[in-house]
T-cell receptor, first 116, second 109 residues
Framework: GAVVSQHPSWVICKSGTSVKIECRSL??????MFWYRQFPKQSLMLMAT?????????EQGVEKDKFLINHASLTLSTLTVTSAHPEDSSFYIC????????????FGDGTRLSIL | GQNIDQPTEMTATEGAIVQINCTYQ??????LFWYQQHAGEAPTFLSY??LDGLEEKGRFSSFLSRSKGYSYLLLKELQMKDSASYLC??????????WGAGTKLIIKP
């Protein structure tokens, strides 16, 4: 149980392109979803937290107009990187948590984004 | 501030036992998680401790002492596939998950 699907796995695109990443909880209802970014050999960095039906809460230093998050249902959240630039190249990982703040987060497989 | 400390890297031998320590100073405590992350992959959930003591799950066990702000992950009968980073994370009083930087475990034959 507790499977989270994230698509796409890899994205390579030109600078200025907008990229949408989907995160789905397949066998449970995700009250809360999280978006992380991880640079090589560094720890996970939380970008934002989203609760179904409400606006996402962004961490300090994360531009909400650049990283658009939509959590329209209990099983789907999307992250759109708008007008991506090479410095946005990173490993983006979503996680989902069921009801209950002490529930573990279950992670998608991640999306490797490369902006040329 | 909030802080989680774990060793950067450890090396162990196939078939042996290794203990990965984690100490934390956080504003409140609502539980501690251990995750495994293989290189280039997303983390996978291993264990959750909220009460003092040892939780055993197959070859992996996790221990917690809240009074000492201390946890460890014990891996027995090490296999080559156990080579990965092990992340310690604490839920603070606001139920925010504070992540450690991870311990890279290298298993040698």
């Amino acid at each position: 149980g507790a499977v989270v699907s994230q698509h796409p796995s890899w994205v390579i695109c030109k600078s200025g392109t907008s990229v949408k990443i989907e995160c789905r909880s397949l066998d449970f209802q995700a009250t809360t979803m999280f978006w992380y970014r991880q640079f090589p050999k560094q720890s996970l960095m939380l970008m934002a937290t989203s609760n179904e039906g409400s606006k996402a809460t962004y961490e300090q230093g994360v531009e909400k107009d650049k990283f658009l998050i939509n959590h329209a249902s209990l099983t789907l959240s999307t992250l759109t990187v708008t007008s991506a630039h090479p410095e946005d190249s990173s490993f983006y990982i979503c996680s989902a948590r069921g009801s209950g703040d002490s529930q573990p987060q279950h992670f998608g497989d991640g999306t490797r984004l490369s902006i040329l | 501030g909030q802080n989680i400390d774990q060793p950067t890297e450890m090396t162990a031998t196939e078939g042996a036992i290794v203990q990965i320590n984690c100490t934390y100073q956080t504003s409140g405590f609502n539980g501690l998680f251990w995750y495994q992350q293989h290189a280039g992959e997303a983390p996978t959930f291993l264990s959750y401790n909220v009460l003092d003591g040892l939780e055993e799950k197959g070859r992996f066990s996790s221990f917690l002492s809240r009074s000492k702000g201390y946890s460890y992950l014990l891996l027995k009968e090490l296999q080559m596939k156990d080579s990965a980073s092990y992340l310690c994370a604490v839920l603070d009083s606001n139920y925010q998950l504070i992540w450690g930087a991870g311990t890279k475990l290298i298993i040698k034959p």
